[in-house]
């Protein structure tokens, strides 16, 4: 694999992770209500999603899906369902006051966001349509294992350090004080981005 080859392939990636989508809404919820080290562990989370679809992809996931159809459909159904039932979350809790995530460890923990994480990429199809009909197509066949792995650990690093800098900005304390003041609307706001995504994912 030639090194413009991979830098093509990892820039192909590295814009589509920074493409606004679930993984990017929820990486700024969570570092707006429970700041950075939080918003960190989440974005490991969503790293491992997307490394799990770019591996599924390299090892045959479009082939799998041309030959079993229904499961894309059940994979999209599924994804949708779970960001619309966040989303109802969202929206039920926006009156609810801001906890220190000092107290609400059951919701705020590294390992609860880390899961968080993981099931949010999981749950969104794009990245599986993406690595499974755009990225496949940029990786030659004759490409080394150790340079599919390191395409590997650069698309974890791409989503990590990206979904990282958003939960960053969005914990900055004075983006925290406009949304203490406004979490009513903002939360409301986020609940119903993630529903229109989710509703997106099952049209489309």
Not at 65 to 91: N, S
Not at 125 to 133: L, R, S
């Amino acid at each position: 694999m030639s090194l413009a080859a991979f830098v093509a392939a990892v820039f192909l990636c590295l814009m589509a992770a920074v493409s606004p989508g679930p993984a990017v809404l929820m990486a700024a919820r969570v570092g707006l209500q429970h700041g950075l080290k939080t918003g960190a562990a989440l974005s490991v989370g969503i790293g491992l999603g997307a490394v799990f679809w770019a591996a599924s992809a390299l090892f045959g996931l479009a082939l799998l899906f041309e030959y079993a159809p229904f499961l894309l459909t059940v994979l999209k159904f599924g994804g949708a369902a779970f960001l619309i039932w966040t989303a109802v979350k969202m929206w039920r809790a926006a009156d609810e006051p801001l906890v220190d995530s000092d107290t609400d460890l059951a919701a705020t923990t590294p390992l609860a966001a880390l899961r968080l994480g993981i099931w949010t990429q999981l749950a969104n199809p794009k990245p599986a349509v993406f690595f499974g009909a755009v990225f496949v197509g940029t990786v030659p066949t004759d490409a080394t294992p150790l340079a599919l792995a390191l395409l590997l650990v650069c698309i974890f690093l791409g989503e990590f350090l990206w979904n990282t800098s958003v939960a960053r900005l969005f914990s900055l304390d004075r983006t925290r004080k406009i949304y203490i003041s406004l979490k009513h609307l903002i939360d409301r706001v986020f609940g119903g981005l993630l529903a229109a995504l989710g509703i997106k994912i099952a049209a489309f």
